[in-house]
């Protein structure tokens, strides 16, 4: 079984600004549309087909960990769910019992042993260098058992280009107003993202809080180029969430990953 290299809840790295401010209204923001059901069951069959006995995961990038309530890991599995962002694993406190560690995925506090490694929800387009996409693909292999796999998924520059070229979006929650603004630069390939939240408040003027997340829409032939340096067999490279073969094309893209014996 995998272990630790430091305490599970005391491995923050404490590089986290990103989703300080947006972590207690990402689920009802962001998230408050997204399928992740259909996620679960996509991401359980490719554990199935590919890890079918899969007995210890460790998730990269797990945000509020949504995924711990929709059925896409065995029931058996030991689960660690990992962020960078302590702000967002503290927002899965209404999921009593899990595994939370703050880590960065470019620096991991794990043994190696896992037999499945994932990073999801374009969490991988965070990291904006080679350099860094490399010591991620590294951390991962590094935390595996020899044969176990790592399922990893791009955003692709079709995606930004239909949808978030130039996006403007505002609404209310109880706490607050809030808008989006999402601009992406297909020259750079650089998506950036900005929030600004109103919040009322009975004092003199409403404190506003402002956030920037930028994200590098890599291409699908540099994380096939980089997981092979790193040591990976690339078992499939899947259209979405489909069984169809990505493209450069593709809106998304979802890898899987071997770790050679």
């Known amino acids: ?40 069951r996509y991401v359980a069959g490719l554990i199935s087909a590919y890890a079918p006995a899969a007995r210890s995961i460790l998730e990269l990038g797990a945000g509020s960990c949504p ?40 620096a991991l506090p794990f043994r190696p042993g896992f037999d499945v490694c994932v990073m999801l929800m374009d969490a991988l387009n965070y990291l904006l260098e080679a350099d860094a996409v490399s010591a991620c693909l590294g951390e991962a292999f590094a935390a595996l058992r020899p044969g176990g796999i790592f399922i990893v998924n791009i955003a692709g520059d079709a995606l930004c280009r239909e949808l978030l070229s130039d996006l403007a979006q505002e609404g209310s929650l109880a706490e607050c107003d809030y808008a989006i603004r999402a601009q992406y630069d297909p020259a750079s390939r650089l998506l950036r993202t900005g929030f600004t939240f109103r919040f009322c408040s009975a004092t003199e003027g409403d404190p506003v809080l402002r956030e920037t997340h ?48």
Not at 10 to 15: H, R, T, V, W
Not at 17 to 29: F, K, N, S, V
Not at 71 to 85: G, N, T
């Open 214 to 261: 930028t994200q590098r829409i890599h291409t699908a032939a540099t994380i096939r180029e980089l997981a092979g340096r790193t040591g990976f067999e690339i078992a499939a490279a899947f259209d979405g969430q489909s069984h169809n073969p990505a493209g450069e094309a593709s809106r998304e893209i979802h890898f899987v990953l071997v770790r050679k014996a």
């Open 1 to 40: 079984m995998p272990q630790d290299r430091s305490p599970l809840r005391d491995a923050s790295l404490g590089k986290a600004a990103a989703y300080t401010a947006l972590a207690p209204y990402y689920d009802r923001i962001l998230a408050a549309g997204y399928d992740y059901s259909a996620l679960g």
């Open 67 to 106: 995924l711990a309530g929709h059925l896409a890991y065995p029931s058996h599995a030991r689960v660690v769910y990992s962020d960078l962002s302590p702000a967002m694993l503290a927002a899965s406190s209404q999921q009593p019992g899990l595994r939370r560690v703050a880590a960065d995925a470019t």
